[in-house]
């Protein structure tokens, strides 16, 4: 399975979404912030200069109310005391204004305290000096000394109202020193998220505009492979079906119409209409194995007979499984193909089979014939020869000697070229059972069938230690005798022959003769030292009935090399011949090293 890339995946655009989303609620909750802290400092400024107001305001009144109060004195006119008269509910409802909008700190709340204290002070002297003026009960030196004292209350509370004036002032600055503080970054960090929510709405753009061209292109792509799928069908026989097991619709390929004989498309895919085409004969059996293939997600594909719409009978196999998709729905997938051509073929095979079956059972007789038959007469004439040349020999002319030794040899090469003829049909005909044997023991059988051509010919036989392998044991035998014999018969006439026989391991792609791969091989070579061949004719020598020397020069009947390339291509090896005229011959062989029986 490959790896995914995250900027290649669904779940980077759902992020980048969220990420997005979260910036924007950000933001949003910034400016509420900083919206909320305006409000309270455009508050805070209200609250300063209506506190600022309210103490000149109040101010104003105390002054309102000892301007009535020299005026009275200086004139006893009662007109100048209706201003002090209306300051003590002004002054009194400015002083409860000024609490209120000072609720919230605690200096202010404490200030207030002493200037309630100075004004009451200051509105006791006024009250007492105008009783004492009214009731002309004073000395000009007590009038003197409140009214002395009264102007220090009087200044007292000036004193008071500016230190309350300040101490708003200071908070007012304070707060609009935080609100700066808050301000100066506020858009410097706003600016930077809408950068980075640009940025993200820009890589979702280029992803989702790359998904849009990957999207085109799989379009296309899927177009294509739909049209090559249809094509597929058509070249290769065979329609394709779907069933939704949830709604149990049927969706039919239009090849699966024109395997049916109909147009495509020409009726609506169902169970029912398929199966008005199946054979009578199958019909149930139909319906059975396409309900247990189902229920049971079966795999084992069926085959049953159709009729089709021109009424050709025609043979389908049936074969699907049960896919799930994302959406959770099962639905059964499926493929339709007509074997007749198959049925047709495998027909046509087991006929030719009976035909070579009674081949074979003629070819056997004419072996048992060739093997008793045709060698009775033959042993008859090498036998009266043979009589003749003991009992009679002296009384034939010259000629007739040399025809009967004429007809002595022919009748021995006959009978040579038969045992030859049996000896490879046995080769082709013989059951191919493997069995575990030593080579070693199969040479030495080899060797004690050619002891006499040995002995004769002074040769000498060389071999390293071979292995115990699985194969077919008469066979290699038979391998052997016909190597070794054919190095014998070619030896050098005055030269005593000198045959090595060796053997390795070997992989294919190390030796020359065989293909470019990696088996591993047995690898078994004969040398000899004979008269050798030219190497242009190395594959011609194992051309059955091919000789490379005239039969009055070296006795043989040009099967001994052919049985021997019969034998190795029954083990599913390979055998090679290399030669030097004058000088020698070698024989490879290859064996696979996993042979497996046949």
Same mark, same amino acid.
């Given at each position: 399975?490959k790896?995914?890339?995250?900027?290649?995946?669904?779940?980077?655009?759902?992020?980048?979404?969220?990420?997005?989303?979260?910036?924007?609620?950000f933001?949003g909750?910034?400016?509420?912030?900083?919206?909320?802290?305006?409000?309270?400092?455009?508050?805070?400024?209200?609250?300063?200069?209506?506190?600022?107001?309210?103490?000149?305001?109040?101010?104003?009144c105390?002054?309102?109310?000892?301007?009535?109060?020299?005026?009275?004195?200086?004139?006893?006119?009662?007109?100048?005391?209706?201003?002090?008269?209306?300051?003590?509910?002004?002054?009194?409802?400015?002083?409860?204004?000024?609490?209120?909008?000072?609720?919230?700190?605690?200096?202010?709340?404490?200030?207030?305290k002493?200037l309630?204290?100075?004004?009451?002070?200051?509105?006791?002297?006024?009250?007492?000096?105008?009783?004492?003026?009214?009731?002309?009960?004073?000395?000009?030196?007590?009038?003197?000394?409140?009214?002395?004292?009264?102007?220090?209350?009087?200044?007292s509370?000036?004193?008071?109202?500016?230190?309350?004036?300040?101490?708003?002032?200071?908070?007012?600055?304070?707060?609009?020193?935080?609100?700066?503080?808050?301000?100066?970054?506020?858009?410097?960090?706003?600016?930077?998220?809408?950068i980075?929510?640009?940025?993200?709405?820009t890589?979702?753009?280029?992803?989702?505009?790359?998904?849009?061209?990957?999207?085109?292109?799989?379009?296309?792509?899927?177009?294509?492979?739909?049209?090559?799928?249809?094509?597929?069908?058509?070249?290769?026989?065979?329609?394709?079906?779907?069933?939704d097991?949830?709604?149990?619709?049927?969706?039919?390929?239009?090849? *699966?119409?024109?395997?049916?004989?109909?147009?495509?498309?020409?009726? *609506?895919?169902?169970?029912?209409?398929?199966?008005?085409?199946?054979h009578?004969?199958?019909?149930?059996?139909?319906?059975?194995?396409?309900?247990?293939?189902?229920?049971?997600?079966?795999?084992?594909?069926?085959?049953?007979?159709?009729?089709?719409?021109?009424?050709?009978?025609?043979?389908?196999?049936?074969?699907?499984q049960?896919?799930s998709?994302?959406?959770?729905?099962?639905?059964?997938?499926?493929?339709?193909?007509?074997?007749?051509?198959?049925?047709?073929?495998?027909?046509?095979?087991e006929?030719?089979?009976? *035909?070579?079956?009674?081949?074979n059972?003629?070819?056997?007789?004419?072996?048992?014939?060739?093997?008793?038959?045709?060698?009775?007469?033959?042993?008859?004439?090498?036998?009266?020869?043979s009589r003749?040349?003991?009992?009679?020999?002296?009384?034939?002319s010259t000629?007739?000697?040399?025809?009967?030794?004429?007809?002595?040899?022919?009748?021995?090469?006959?009978?040579?070229?038969?045992?030859?003829?049996?000896?490879?049909?046995?080769?082709?005909?013989?059951?191919?059972?493997?069995q575990?044997s030593?080579?070693?023991?199969?040479?030495?059988?080899?060797?004690?069938?050619?002891?006499?051509?040995?002995?004769?010919?002074?040769a000498?036989?060389?071999?390293?230690?071979?292995?115990?392998?699985?194969?077919?044991?008469?066979?290699?035998?038979?391998?052997?005798?016909?190597?070794?014999?054919?190095?014998?018969?070619?030896?050098?006439?005055?030269?005593?022959?000198?045959?090595?026989?060796?053997?390795?391991?070997?992989?294919?792609?190390?030796?020359e003769?065989?293909?470019?791969?990696?088996?591993?091989?047995?690898?078994?070579?004969?040398?000899?030292?004979?008269i050798?061949?030219?190497?242009?004719?190395?594959?011609n020598?194992?051309?059955?009935?091919?000789?490379?020397?005239?039969?009055?020069?070296?006795?043989?009947?040009?099967?001994?090399?052919?049985?021997?390339?019969?034998?190795? *291509?029954?083990?599913?090896?390979?055998?090679?011949?290399?030669?030097?005229?004058?000088?020698?011959?070698?024989?490879?062989?290859?064996?696979?090293?996993?042979?497996?029986?046949?």
């Amino acid at each position: 399975m490959k790896r995914i890339g995250l900027h290649k995946s669904p779940l980077f655009l759902k992020i980048i979404f969220v990420v997005s989303v979260a910036i924007i609620f950000f933001i949003g909750g910034i400016t509420f912030k900083h919206i909320t802290i305006l409000k309270k400092s455009s508050a805070y400024v209200s609250n300063s200069y209506e506190v600022n107001i309210e103490l000149e305001r109040l101010m104003s009144c105390i002054k309102d109310a000892e301007t009535g109060q020299r005026g009275y004195l200086l004139s006893k006119d009662k007109k100048f005391l209706i201003p002090y008269q209306n300051s003590g509910s002004l002054i009194k409802k400015s002083h409860q204004r000024i609490s209120e909008l000072t609720s919230n700190s605690r200096t202010q709340q404490n200030n207030l305290k002493t200037l309630q204290y100075h004004i009451n002070k200051r509105l006791n002297y006024l009250s007492k000096n105008l009783y004492l003026v009214q009731h002309e009960k004073y000395s000009e030196d007590e009038l003197e000394y409140n009214l002395i004292t009264g102007q220090k209350s009087m200044d007292s509370i000036r004193l008071r109202i500016e230190d309350m004036i300040i101490t708003q002032k200071v908070l007012l600055k304070n707060r609009q020193k935080d609100y700066d503080s808050t301000m100066n970054y506020t858009p410097l960090l706003i600016y930077l998220t809408l950068i980075i929510t640009l940025i993200l709405i820009t890589i979702a753009f280029v992803k989702m505009n790359r998904d849009l061209i990957l999207l085109k292109n799989t379009i296309h792509t899927l177009t294509v492979e739909i049209e090559a799928n249809k094509l597929s069908e058509i070249v290769g026989n065979f329609g394709s079906w779907k069933l939704d097991i949830e709604t149990n619709t049927y969706t039919f390929s239009d090849n *699966e119409y024109r395997l049916l004989g109909c147009e495509p498309q020409s009726f *609506e895919a169902s169970k029912e209409g398929f199966l008005k085409f199946i054979h009578p004969d199958d019909l149930e059996f139909v319906k059975e194995s396409a309900n247990n293939a189902i229920m049971n997600d079966s795999r084992v594909p069926f085959m049953y007979r159709v009729i089709r719409k021109d009424g050709q009978v025609r043979y389908f196999k049936d074969m699907g499984q049960v896919v799930s998709f994302a959406s959770q729905n099962k639905t059964y997938i499926g493929t339709t193909r007509d074997i007749t051509s198959e049925i047709d073929d495998k027909i046509t095979t087991e006929e030719r089979n009976r *035909e070579l079956e009674s081949n074979n059972k003629e070819l056997s007789a004419f072996n048992y014939i060739a093997s008793h038959d045709l060698q009775e007469p033959l042993r008859k004439i090498e036998t009266f020869i043979s009589r003749l040349i003991s009992k009679d020999h002296d009384n034939i002319s010259t000629a007739g000697q040399q025809y009967i030794a004429s007809i002595q040899k022919s009748a021995n090469r006959m009978r040579v070229l038969i045992e030859d003829l049996l000896q490879f049909s046995r080769t082709n005909k013989a059951e191919k059972t493997f069995q575990l044997s030593n080579l070693n023991c199969l040479l030495d059988n080899a060797k004690q069938e050619l002891a006499q051509t040995i002995e004769e010919k002074k040769a000498v036989l060389t071999s390293s230690v071979l292995p115990s392998l699985s194969l077919i044991p008469f066979q290699i035998q038979q391998l052997f005798i016909n190597l070794i014999g054919n190095s014998l018969k070619y030896s050098k006439v005055n030269e005593a022959p000198s045959i090595n026989i060796n053997y390795s391991v070997i992989v294919a792609n190390e030796e020359e003769f065989l293909p470019d791969t990696y088996q591993e091989y047995h690898k078994i070579t004969v040398e000899d030292n004979g008269i050798g061949f030219d190497q242009e004719y190395a594959k011609n020598i194992f051309v059955l009935f091919n000789r490379l020397h005239n039969k009055n020069e070296y006795q043989g009947t040009g099967i001994g090399l052919a049985i021997c390339k019969k034998i190795v *291509e029954n083990h599913k090896g390979f055998i090679f011949a290399k030669g030097v005229l004058h000088e020698g011959s070698t024989f490879i062989i290859y064996l696979p090293v996993e042979q497996k029986q046949a």
